[in-house]
């Protein structure tokens, strides 16, 4: 029996094994094109300043560029991200908003007072054993309103950041690659390479609505052919040319290089950085693969591989010093230049495509926490659940793109942009890691400063030196960082004015009891679904409504879409149904909740699951089922639909051949015409009328089960009402400042941010709400 449970386990740890191998494997495509191609630009930037003409005095100036490649490979991509912040991930997901969700989830830093109580079980649910630990210290921040501010900021100037890569990596990478065309044919104009460059950027931008898991099979087998021919190469550059390069390896070469050039060497720290963007990629994308297989990867081949072809290229620049513009292509055979080319071109579109992808999955995560406004998102894939596409921000990057590559023409320039980018993100990232460590990890804040004093020092130095380069280049990034990061903030900031409006004009509940069952007016079979962003109380659009219309639907039920900092939201997890008001009024309250991961899925038989979730709180209430079981948040319930609680109620799909308006309807409206316009409307019906299918699903209470009479009644109004027919009521608002408001807020209001909302799609577009059953209630907001 002991060798049995041995020979299981050893089986056991052979699969996991296999399985860590294959996504190590397939991570190489995803996750390491950007790190892959820097060897293309990194030396041809370290030396394209001052330090150019010291190049000739001393081989121990290339040693000492190697060296601070080396230590830079070493120190960020191996240990700052393959060993610490893989560790640091949100339930399988990294990046810097997966870490200030993270924070999010675990303090209250949030600056919209959304949080429910109801919010701590999905939270204990993604870490079992979860216990609130307050101290001075957290209290102090979480009430500190301006440091709240100043955290988002900080958040969103490293998200727009990244963003701005996705404007200067594929110009940087496939203007590199292409420099190989020049290399090798000196006389080739450079005008003609540009043209190349910006046709293949347009192919790239254009196919990015089919999505990346269509071509994705391919990336992984390429991305390790180019790793493993540059690394070859830098095997046989280190034999041919200087086989001692190897003793750059050593840090000494790091003070000689600084003894040497002093302020020079100082200023092309801006190029060396190069060497690791892209790093922030394997914590960026650890959603779709394990810590332990990007681990993996990157240590025993990725690594290797670009140590080899660094130290190679270095060795080839110690006995070739006028080549160092071109010294990567320089550096390749003749019989090999051809094959070497073609692989380059194909890894630096898979690194754009990459990051492109990536550009796409921080915008709608930014949307989800409500920091940018309303944009289509494309689902581009049924099997990876993080593919996204927007194609607003597609053709946004893609002019961005060919604008940077004509403006610039110059990979030493762009190189300056993107370097700054990652640094600043990369340093925000440690300083996001120490928070974590302190009120996620409840470590002592000597420990939580460790990695500050670390990583912070180096990280400093080199965006000093990328800061120098800012009127080379650098500027542009900057200029694109700020634009996005004011968008966000305005949007976010004119979002949580507006919510915190309607909190202050939340109808009284005091007002409803008093207009009686029938609400004051005429109450219509039907339900009335009213979109809101309140998750309590009665917003002040039902109150308009009223007193503009003179009924309302027998069954009214206030819906809230609402994003929790937690990246998915399991099914069973996602409906939140209460009631308002008193049983006779039929009035629910209904808040779905999603992932800032998710990928909402509001046209799904939405009205069905919504009807199934509210009578399975008709159900539970009746029960009076347990807050252990229902997770109760004041008069609001978690309805799991779950096999311990099952069906309810019976389904049927209808599959019937209708001619322009159903049959029901046809034999209902019979009694009120006379024997003529019978005939009239049933010859016109079949003559003009198209055939079409019509899937329709009825409910209806189980036979053989004994129900009280009053729980009876209200589940059979509410299945008539579905019978009946859904209306979506949803506010058309228009977004002022107060009269006596400052000129900066009524630029910000009146000017931005209504600019903002009118040029988004609106809400009922992003709720795929059908228009036949849409109705629009104007509101005004004054900010």
């Known amino acids: 029996m002991v060798i049995c449970l041995l020979q299981n386990e050893e089986a056991s740890f052979e699969i996991k094994k296999r399985h860590v191998l294959l996504l190590a494997y397939q991570s190489l495509g995803i996750v390491y094109g950007d790190l892959s191609i820097s060897p293309l630009y990194v030396y041809q930037s370290a030396f394209s300043g001052s330090l150019h003409h010291r190049l000739h005095q001393d081989e121990e100036i290339v040693f000492g ?326 194609p607003e921000i597609n053709w946004l990057l893609m002019i961005l793109s060919l604008a940077v590559t004509l403006g610039f023409q110059d990979t030493t320039l762009i190189g300056n942009a993107y370097g700054l980018a990652s640094m600043c993100v990369a340093l925000v990232n440690t300083w996001l890691l120490s928070l974590v460590i302190i009120f996620v990890w409840y470590k002592n804040i000597l420990f939580a400063l460790l990695p500050v004093l670390f990583f912070t020092p180096i990280e400093l130095i080199y965006l000093s030196s990328s800061f120098v380069k800012v009127s080379r280049g650098g500027w542009a990034q900057l200029v694109f960082a700020m634009i996005f990061m004011l968008v966000m903030y305005i949007w976010h900031y004119g979002s949580r004015r507006k919510y915190l409006f309607e909190v202050q004009n939340k109808v009284p509940m005091k007002w409803i009891l008093a207009l009686g069952p029938n609400l004051g007016i005429v109450r219509v079979p039907g339900i009335s679904l009213i979109y809101t962003e309140l998750v309590s109380g009665v917003p002040s659009i039902f109150t308009h409504f009223l007193t503009n219309l003179p009924a309302i639907h027998q069954i009214v039920v206030f819906v809230c879409i609402k994003t929790v900092p937690i990246p998915h939201v399991s099914d069973i997890e996602r409906y939140l149904v209460g009631r308002i008001g008193p049983k006779s009024y039929r009035m629910y309250r209904c808040i779905i909740r999603y992932g800032y991961k998710d990928i909402d899925k509001y046209v799904d038989d939405f009205e069905d699951n919504l009807v199934m979730s509210i009578a399975e709180f008709i159900r539970m209430e009746a029960e009076g089922i347990g807050s252990s079981d229902t997770m109760v948040d004041g008069c609001m319930a978690l309805v799991k639909t779950s096999a311990k609680f099952g069906t309810r109620l019976v389904t049927s799909d209808n599959n019937s051949e209708c001619r322009g308006s159903s049959s029901s309807h046809r034999e209902s409206s019979k009694g009120g015409k006379s024997p003529t316009l019978h005939s009239l409307h049933n010859k016109y019906e079949v003559e003009e009328a198209p055939r079409f299918s019509q899937r329709h699903t009825r409910f209806q209470l189980p036979g053989g089960e004994t129900l009280e009479d009053e729980l009876k009644e209200e589940l059979i109004e509410l299945l008539e009402a579905k019978e009946a027919g859904v209306a979506y009521i949803v506010g058309h608002s228009y977004i002022k400042a107060r009269k006596h408001a400052s000129k900066l807020k009524r630029f910000v209001i009146n000017g931005v941010y209504s600019f903002l909302r009118k040029n988004s799609r609106s809400p009922a577009v992003i709720l795929h709400i059908p228009h036949i059953s849409l109705i629009e209630v104007g509101v005004v907001y004054y900010l």
């Open 65 to 390: 560029v190697l060296s601070l490649i080396f230590w830079s490979l070493t120190v960020f991509p191996l240990l700052k991200h393959a060993v610490i912040m893989l560790s640091t991930d949100d339930n399988g997901e990294g990046g810097t908003l997966a870490l200030y969700s993270l924070l999010r989830r675990h303090t209250k830093f949030s600056l919209l007072p959304n949080h429910q109580a109801a919010d701590e079980e999905l939270q204990a649910y993604y870490r079992p054993g979860y216990v609130t630990r307050y101290s001075s210290f957290r209290r102090f921040l979480e009430k500190n309103k301006k440091f709240r501010t100043c955290l988002l900021l900080i958040v969103l100037f490293a998200s727009c950041m990244l963003i701005g890569e996705g404007v200067f990596t594929p110009a940087l990478s496939v203007l590199s690659s292409f420099q190989g065309l020049k290399a090798h044919n000196k006389s080739l104009n450079h005008g003609v390479v540009v043209s190349i460059v910006c046709i293949v950027l347009v192919g790239l931008f254009a196919l990015q609505h089919r999505g990346t898991h269509k071509v994705s099979f391919m990336f992984a087998p390429i991305v390790s052919t180019w790793l493993f021919s540059i690394g070859a190469l830098g095997v046989y550059n280190i034999i041919k040319w200087n086989p001692g390069v190897y003793r750059a390896l050593s840090p000494h070469y790091i003070y000689k290089f600084f003894k040497l050039t002093r302020n020079v060497g100082w200023r092309s720290i801006g190029g060396l950085l190069l060497c690791i963007t892209g790093a922030e990629a394997m914590f960026v994308n650890l959603g779709h693969f394990s810590p332990a297989s990007i681990r993996v990867a990157f240590s025993f081949f990725v690594y290797p591989c670009l140590v080899l072809q660094y130290m190679g290229q270095a060795a080839f620049l110690s006995k070739n010093f006028s080549v160092v513009s071109s010294s990567f292509y320089s550096s390749v055979p003749d019989p090999f230049f051809w094959p070497i080319f073609v692989l380059a071109i194909l890894a630096a579109i898979i690194a754009s495509q990459a990051v492109i992808s990536a550009t796409f999955s921080i915008v709608k995560q930014c949307q989800a926490i409500g920091c940018f406004p309303r944009v289509k998102v494309v689902h581009t894939s049924r099997w990876i659940q993080g593919q996204v596409y927007i």
